[in-house]
């Protein structure tokens, strides 16, 4: 479906935030079990939805277009084939600004993210509409672990890509993205189309200076959860990511650090005053 279709008007939210309108964008792909609890939980947080079907299979499609039948305040965007996380998250921002939202809180459909943990999301993006505020997950004994240990490896790499421990964690797919920041952002310097997105706008809207803020977030991983990870195809567009965005830190490695000296400075600064 065209994203220009879109019907349902932005509204703000809370009535401190007038100038504020954010609605949740849940990219999916084959995950009808989940993506029905995980809706319903949002609309209960007064949230407009935009359901991105990432070229799922008939039974996904069905559940999706169900849930959109239902309820005016759910919109669906048909991508024709599976193109990626990415590619559904970027659709579905695209489309969020296109209506006139101001922010798009990105939240998986699978049901692993805690829906409870957003209204600080949303909270904090108020506090400081032109910040990415993103998920810290906090994990339960759930989490597999070699994917535990897997996060690391991503972690040491980004915190190289950044010459800092700024973004402590870059995989949590629960974030609230400022449009007007961020959408131009991602034409100028597109990211990953699949599951290296999460991590490489991440990266590349920290050397573009975009405050970030972390929120604490519960995490659990479903027993029989279904997972689109490709072991194979997804670490190397991983590793490829990383190799290109190291090049990329390497070019901006002196305006990174006369920026880092600035900022230190300024602390000291304040502190001495």
Known sequence: MNPRALSFRPVAL????????????????DHELAVGPTTASLRQWGLNVILVDDGS????????????????SVHLIRLAENQGKGAAVMAGLQAAA??????ALQIDADGQHDCGDVPKLLAAAIAEP????CGRPLFDASIPRHR???RYLTHVMVWLNTLSFDIPDSMCGLRVYPLSVVLPAI??????KRMDFDVEVLVRLHWAGVPMRWMPTRVRYAVNGVSHFRLVRDNWLITVMH???????????PLMIVRRLRAARSTTSRVAT
């Not at 809370?14 to 792909?29: E, I, L």
């Not at 299979?57 to 849930?67: D, K």
């Not at 296109?98 to 922010?103: A, L, P, S």
């Not at 190799?243 to 490695?253: I, Q």
């Open 57 to 72: 299979g008939p039974a996904c499609a069905e559940e999706l277009r169900r849930i959109a039948a239902a309820d005016s």
């Open 148 to 150: 535990l240990y897997l």
């Open 243 to 253: 190799t290109k965005l190291f090049f990329g830190m390497l070019r901006r490695a």
């Open 187 to 192: 034409v100028a310097d597109p990211p990953g």
């Open 98 to 103: 296109q209506v006139g939202f101001t922010h």
């Open 130 to 133: 032109r910040a990415l505020i």
């Open 14 to 29: 809370f009535a401190v935030a007038a100038m504020t309108s954010v609605c949740a964008v849940v990219p999916v792909y």
